[in-house]
C-alpha cells in the first residue's frame, strides 16, 4: 500500500498542518509498517501554476492520444499542421505537472496538509490540484454527466484554520478551504475523505494547544485499513 504525503504550508516548523499531517502519516505507518511513502512538499518545490503553454501542451498530448474530441480537438489539430508545437519549456513544465499527477494515480492514500489562506488554501496546494484534475485519468465527461474515476483512493484532509468555520459557526459561509477539497475530490470521486481539523489556532495559546491535541488525538484513531 502507498501512501503520498503532501505538505503546502509556508510557515515551516511553525505549522500546524505541517504537524498534524505528519501525526497522520506516524499513525498510518504504525498500523501498516510495511507501507510505502511519497512525500513531496510544495512549498520547498513547488509545481508549476497553470499557464496558456502548460494547456497547449496538455491539450497536445489529449490530442495525440485521442482523448479529445469536438471543437478543442480540431482546433489543436489545425495548431499542429500549422506548425504550432509546445516549446521546451513547456514541455518540461508540463512533464513535471504529470509526476505529481502519476503519484497521485499510484496511491491508495493521499495525505494533505491543508492550511487556510485567507478563506482558501494556498496556491502552491492549488497548483498540484490543477494537476490531478485530468480528464480520462481522474475524471471523464461523457452524456450522463461527470464520472470520477479515483473512487478507489482515501483522501485524509489535515486542516488548519485561525478562526472557527465549522457548521456552527457564524463564519462557516467564509470556508472555502474545506469546502472546496471536499468539493474537488468528490468530483473526481473520491468518496472516503476524512478530514482531521485543527482551527481557532489564532485565537490565542491555550485555544491552538487545545485544538491541537484534540486534532491528534483524532489523528491517533486512525488506520491504514
Known amino acids: 500500500m502507498q501512501v503520498l504525503h503532501i505538505d503546502s504550508s509556508i510557515s515551516g516548523a511553525q505549522s500546524v498542518s505541517r504537524q498534524l499531517s505528519a501525526g497522520v502519516v506516524a499513525r498510518l505507518k504504525e ?14 518545490v ?20 485521442g482523448a479529445l ?6 482546433m489543436i489539430a489545425a495548431a499542429l499542421q500549422g506548425g504550432a508545437r509546445p ?4 514541455q518540461s513544465e508540463f512533464a513535471t505537472t504529470n509526476v505529481a499527477l502519476d503519484e497521485f494515480l499510484a496511491a491508495d492514500i493521499i495525505v494533505v496538509g491543508a492550511p487556510m489562506y485567507n478563506f482558501g488554501i494556498p496556491s502552491q496546494l ?17 452524456a450522463a454527466g461527470v464520472e470520477g474515476l479515483a473512487g478507489a483512493k482515501r483522501v485524509i484532509i489535515a486542516s488548519a484554520r ?3 468555520y465549522s457548521a456552527a459557526s457564524p463564519m462557516a459561509f467564509m470556508d472555502h478551504q474545506e469546502s472546496f477539497l471536499k468539493s474537488f475530490f468528490t468530483f473526481i ?20 494547544q487545545s ?12 488506520k491504514a485499513a
Not at 485544538?211 to 486512525?222: I, Q, V
Open 126 to 142: 492549488k497548483a498540484w490540484i490543477d494537476c490531478l484534475a485530468a480528464p480520462g485519468k481522474t475524471f471523464n465527461y461523457s
Open 31 to 44: 498500523t501498516s509498517p510495511g507501507l510505502e511513502l511519497i512525500y513531496r512538499d510544495l512549498a520547498a
Open 189 to 208: 470521486g473520491v468518496t472516503d475523505l476524512t478530514f482531521v481539523r485543527a482551527e481557532g489556532i489564532n485565537l490565542g495559546p491555550e485555544q491552538k
Open 162 to 164: 485561525g478562526g472557527i
Open 46 to 65: 513547488p509545481v508549476p501554476q497553470q499557464s496558456p503553454a502548460i494547456l497547449f501542451a496538455k491539450l497536445t498530448s489529449l490530442h495525440e492520444m
Open 69 to 74: 474530441s469536438g471543437e478543442i480537438d480540431a
Open 211 to 222: 485544538a491541537l491535541d484534540s486534532a491528534l488525538a483524532e489523528a491517533a484513531t486512525l
Open 87 to 90: 516549446d521546451a519549456s513547456a
